[in-house]
């Protein structure tokens, strides 16, 4: 496990990088102080962060029990059909239903395929999707789409 986090955190740190690298050259969007790279600097700085605590956790080897545990890769592959279910699902049902509908339905899915409890899963998936929403739509001025919605707004 030691190993496979050290690596792991040099993969997501290089993935890091290259978003970082690519972003910076996205241009400015007029009217506008956050600039089409705001978003993926955001996200590659975050990326950057984990794959560095990952290296430096695996470094240090003070989580990493001596006599570890063997998993059992058959009880993570129902949770892994789910995610990637939801993804698809996503995907297929996002212009139709509508990204405020899709998007909690997809979050609520991938809680409960971990392993999250009802309510906690239910409120963050919910709002989760409120606040991703609002910032696209208020802070970025990118439209997510609306779906079911349109006749609404």
């Not at 212009?95 to 963050?124: E, N, T």
């Amino acid at each position: 496990m030691q190993s496979t986090d050290r690596w792991l955190g040099v993969v997501l740190a290089l993935l890091a990088s290259a978003v970082l690298w690519s972003a910076r050259s996205f241009p400015d969007v007029p009217g506008q102080k956050i600039g089409a790279g705001f978003l993926p600097m955001l996200v590659g700085a975050g990326l950057l962060v984990c794959g560095l605590l990952l290296v430096l956790r695996s470094v240090r080897g003070r989580h990493y029990q001596n006599n570890p545990q063997p998993t059992r890769a058959a009880e993570h592959i129902g949770s892994s059909l789910v995610v990637m279910g939801a993804i698809g699902f996503y995907i297929l049902a996002a212009d139709k239903l509508g990204f405020l509908i899709a998007a909690p339905l997809v979050l609520l899915a991938v809680f409960k395929a971990l392993r999250g409890a009802w309510w906690p899963s239910l409120a963050w998936a919910v709002g989760g999707t409120l606040v991703v929403h609002l910032a696209f739509y208020k802070l970025l001025r990118v439209p997510l789409p609306w779906g079911v919605f349109r006749p609404f707004y």
